[in-house]
C-alpha cells in the first residue's frame, strides 16, 4: 500500500522573474532575449493549494481518496503509515496554524477517525510533525501546551497516558523509546537555552543524563535502543562523534578533530564568550562575542552585531561554528549576534510575544543590543554597524529604522521588506492574513517605517530568488529613492535565495567586507 499527498493547484496565484544567458551555468538559449520563470506562489492572503490524500493498492491497482475532514483552505503537513497497516496517520492544520488534528484512517475503507488534537492561541510549531514516532500501542507527542515544549505519550486511541517531561526548559528532539525497560530518551535544554543534552527517562520516571560534557549533543540510537552516536560540540570545541551505550558510557571516538584543532590553535582563533544583559523593557538577552586576536582593553573597536532573530529560531548556541564573522574578527572587529524575543529555547511566552506583529520587539532589542555594547569600555558607541540574511536581512533594516539611531551601517541580504510579498505557510503563521491583521501588517513592514532609515546601508538580493522575491528588494529600494534616501545595493542576476555559484559567494562577501571596513 502506498499512500500520497494531491495539491491541487489551479487556484494558486504565479510568480514570475527573469532568467539571464548569465554565466556558471550559462543558459544559451537566454543570449539575446532573457527567458523568464513562472511557478507557483500562494502570497500571504492568497488562495492556497487544495490538498487530499490518496491510497494505492499495489495488488488491485485502486486508488482511493480518503475521507479526512479538513477545512478548504487547510494543510496537510505529514502522512506516515503507523506499525498497524489498516492505520494511516494524517496529521491536519487550520490555515491559521493553530489547530493540529491527528486522524487515523483505513487505507481500504478511507475512513478517518480523530486521534488527538492540540490548539494553541497563537500557533502550533512545526518541530511537533516529526516528533510524532509510532510503536505498537502507543505514539509520542510534543506539544507547548504547558508554555514549554514537552514530550506526551499517548495510546493509539487517543487516550493520554502520562506527560513525560515537564519544567521550565525544552525537549528539543524526541530520539526514541525502549520498549524492553520502559525507557525514553530526548534532548533538552534544561541546563541552559544555550546547551542541549541527551537524557533518559527510566521507567520509574528518574531521569538520567547520558551526555556528559557540556554544549551542544544530538543523538542518533541503534534501532534497537541500546546503543547511540553522539555528536558534540561547544563554542570552540570542533564536533566529536563517539559510540556510546544507552547509559551513556563512550564505547569508542569515532570522530575526534585532533588535527583539526591543532590548526586552529594555531591560526589564534579569536573564542566566543557568551553573555547575557538586560534591556531597559527588563528583558534579559543571551549573546555571544567575537574579539579580535589581539585584543586590548584599552581600545575602543568597531562592532558588527550579526543575527537572524527569526521566530523560534537560535543563533547564540554552545556549538561549533567558523564563518566569516570569525574573519572580521581578524580585522579588527568586535563582532556579537544576541538572540531577542521571538526567538527558540525560552519557553513560548518569550518566542510568541512577537505574534501578528513581526519585526518590532525583535528590532527593539537589536538597538538595545547596541545601546548596551556603546557602554562597554572597549566599544566605539559611534561605530555599530549590523547585518542578517533572510529574516536577519529584514531585521537588519527594522532595526536600522526602529527610530533610534544606533547603526552607523548595516547590510540587508535577501531581505523581506513586506509581509504581503512573502508566502501563506511562513508569514501567516506569524502574522495571520492582511484582511484580519492589515494594521499588524503595517507596522511590521520595512517599507512603511523606510522614513526613518539611519546609517549606511548596503541591499543585496538575488534577482532569481524563488523563496524571498526579489520584489521584496525593488520596492524598498524604490520607496528609499522617493524619500531621497542614498543606499548601495547589489544585485545577482539568476541567484536565488543563498546566492550562490561561480565566484558568487566569494564576490558577496568581498562585498560584504569592504563595506563595513569602508563604512565603520
Not at 509510532?134 to 493520554?160: A, K, Q
Not at 535544554?189 to 542541549?196: D, F, G, H, K
Not at 543524563?209 to 534501532?223: H, I, P, V, Y
Not at 548556541?317 to 572587529?333: C, H, L, R, T, V
Amino acid at each position: 500500500m502506498l499512500a500520497f499527498i494531491r495539491f491541487d493547484e489551479s487556484q494558486v496565484p504565479s510568480y514570475s522573474f527573469p532568467l539571464f544567458a548569465g554565466q556558471a551555468p550559462h543558459i544559451s538559449a537566454f543570449e539575446k532575449y532573457p527567458g523568464e520563470y513562472t511557478y507557483k506562489y500562494p502570497k500571504t492572503g492568497e488562495a492556497n493549494s487544495k490538498v487530499s490524500v490518496h491510497t494505492f493498492d499495489i495488488k488491485t491497482k485502486v486508488t482511493r481518496k480518503m475521507q479526512v475532514p479538513l477545512d478548504e483552505d487547510g494543510y496537510i503537513p505529514r502522512i506516515r503509515f503507523t506499525q498497524d497497516p489498516n492505520k494511516l496517520a494524517i496529521m491536519t492544520l487550520n490555515r491559521h496554524q493553530n489547530r493540529l488534528d491527528l486522524y487515523f484512517g483505513d487505507p481500504r475503507s478511507t475512513v478517518c477517525k480523530l486521534a488527538l488534537r492540540d490548539e494553541s492561541d497563537t500557533y502550533i510549531n512545526e518541530s511537533v510533525f516529526d516528533n510524532i514516532v509510532f510503536y505498537p500501542e502507543h505514539f509520542s507527542f510534543v506539544s507547548e501546551r504547558s508554555g514549554f515544549n514537552h514530550l506526551y505519550w499517548y495510546s493509539m486511541g487517543g487516550n493520554l497516558v502520562k506527560q513525560v517531561t515537564d519544567g521550565q526548559y525544552e525537549v528539543k528532539e524526541f530520539l526514541g523509546y525502549a520498549p524492553e525497560e520502559g525507557a525514553f530518551y530526548f534532548t533538552s535544554n534544561e541546563e541552559s537555552p544555550m546547551r542541549t543534552a541527551v537524557y533518559k527517562i527510566d521507567r520509574k520516571g528518574k531521569k538520567i543524563k547520558l551526555s556528559t560534557k557540556e554544549g551542544t549533543n544530538s543523538a542518533q540510537f541503534s534501532t534497537d535502543m541500546k546503543y547511540f552516536m553522539n555528536r558534540y560540540s561547544n563554542a570552540n570545541t570542533p564536533t566529536v562523534i563517539t559510540l556510546n551505550d544507552n547509559t551513556g558510557k563512550v564505547l569508542t571516538t569515532l570522530v575526534d578533530n585532533a588535527s583539526l584543532k591543532k590548526k586552529l590553535a594555531a591560526c589564534q582563533m579569536p573564542q566566543k564568550e557568551f553573555f547575557t544583559f538586560q534591556t531597559s523593557e527588563g528583558v534579559k538577552l543571551n549573546g555571544w562575542m567575537l574579539k579580535p586576536a589581539n585584543f586590548s582593553a584599552s581600545t575602543k573597536y568597531p562592532v558588527i552585531q550579526y543575527q537572524y532573530s527569526g521566530p523560534g529560531s537560535q543563533e547564540v548556541k554552545d556549538a561549533f561554528n567558523i564563518s566569516w564573522e570569525n574573519y572580521m574578527a581578524s580585522q579588527g572587529y568586535i563582532v556579537v549576534c544576541v538572540d531577542g524575543r521571538g526567538t527558540g529555547g525560552r519557553g513560548a511566552e518569550f518566542a510568541k510575544c512577537t505574534y501578528l506583529n513581526l519585526g518590532v520587539k525583535e528590532a527593539r532589542d537589536q538597538v538595545e543590543t547596541a545601546l548596551y555594547l556603546g557602554t562597554l569600555p572597549y566599544v566605539d558607541k559611534n561605530r555599530i554597524g549590523i547585518w542578517g540574511w533572510s529574516f536577519g536581512g529584514y531585521m537588519t533594516l527594522m532595526s536600522m529604522s526602529e527610530g533610534r539611531p544606533v547603526f552607523k551601517a548595516g547590510v540587508a541580504v535577501a531581505a523581506v521588506t513586506d509581509w504581503n510579498y512573502y508566502d501563506t505557510i511562513y508569514g501567516e503563521r506569524f502574522m495571520r492574513t492582511p484582511k484580519e491583521n492589515g494594521e499588524g501588517y503595517k507596522t511590521s513592514s520595512a517599507i512603511t517605517r523606510a522614513d526613518k532609515l539611519s546609517g549606511n546601508l548596503l541591499l543585496v538580493h538575488g534577482m532569481a530568488d524563488d523563496n524571498v522575491h526579489y520584489q521584496n528588494c525593488a520596492e524598498y529600494a524604490e520607496q528609499l529613492v522617493q524619500l531621497g534616501k542614498q543606499f548601495d545595493m547589489q544585485i545577482y542576476t539568476n541567484r536565488n535565495h543563498s546566492i550562490f555559484g561561480g565566484n558568487t559567494r566569494l564576490h558577496l562577501y568581498t562585498k560584504l567586507t569592504n563595506f563595513f571596513k569602508n563604512n565603520l
